[in-house]
Each structure stands twice: as structure tokens, then as C-alpha cells.
């Protein structure tokens, strides 16, 4: 229900971004986020945005260079990415929460992408 787009390889210092949409049902009164997995690595909380676009929240490895939105009316979600370096590579996944309250907990979120693959080189 969740289907994630735009990742590829990008070099160091390049951008991207990243788009989710949802099919079948509407996910407006949710809170959306996006997480990655690095390779061999656990999957990490990158950023989340509350119901109505407000209150995006960061990790503290992207904050400053990631940039989540939505787009209520598309039903979608997006991550800009700028500055990028080889430690975010990783598969980027976008969630949408139980909640309409952000949150970086994994528990909260209960419908998941596919994941989209983000490689940079350095």
C-alpha cells in the first residue's frame, strides 16, 4: 500500500529525492515517516512528519540535509536529500504510523514501503 521510489547511486555532495506513495487507502490522518537500513546494520529512524505536514523531526545524522514533506491531496510523502555521504547509503524505507503524531519508534508504525536502495560513492 506503501510503494517507495527514487533511489539510485549518487556521488558524494549529490542529492535525491525520494517519494512515497499509497495506494488503496489514504493515510491523511497519519503520521508518516522514513527509516533505512544500512547494510548488515539495523534499521534506523531517519525522519517523520506529523498528519497536516507540521512538525517534521530528524535524526541527528541528517538533520540540517534531509528535508521530509507531504502532500496530502497525492497521498504522498518525500524525503530530500542533499550533501549526501557514503554513511547514508542504505535502503530507504517510508512508514506510516498508527498515530498523527510523529514519532521515530519503529513499534509506532504498522504499514511499510518496500524500500527503495540509496547508494553513495564516495
Known amino acids: 500500500q506503501l510503494q517507495a521510489s527514487g533511489g539510485g547511486l549518487v556521488q558524494t555532495g549529490g542529492s535525491l529525492r525520494l517519494s512515497c506513495i499509497a495506494s488503496?487507502?489514504?493515510?491523511?490522518?497519519?503520521?508518516l515517516g522514513w527509516f533505512r537500513q544500512p547494510p548488515g546494520k539495523e534499521r534506523e529512524f531517519v525522519a517523520t512528519?506529523?498528519?497536516?505536514?507540521?512538525?517534521?523531526y530528524y535524526a541527528d545524522s541528517v538533520k540540517g540535509r534531509f528535508t521530509i514533506s507531504r502532500d496530502n491531496a497525492k497521498n504522498a510523502v518525500y524525503l530530500q536529500m542533499n550533501d549526501l555521504k557514503p554513511e547514508d547509503t542504505a535502503i530507504y524505507y517510508c512508514?506510516?504510523?498508527?498515530?498523527?503524531?510523529?514519532?521515530?519508534?519503529?513499534?509506532?508504525?504498522?504499514?511499510w514501503g518496500q524500500g527503495t536502495l540509496v547508494t553513495v560513492s564516495s
Open positions: 488503496r487507502r489514504t493515510f491523511s490522518n497519519n503520521a
Open positions: 512528519i506529523n498528519w497536516n505536514g507540521g512538525n517534521p
Open positions: 512508514a506510516a504510523s498508527r498515530y498523527t503524531t510523529i514519532s521515530s519508534q519503529r513499534a509506532h508504525y504498522n504499514y
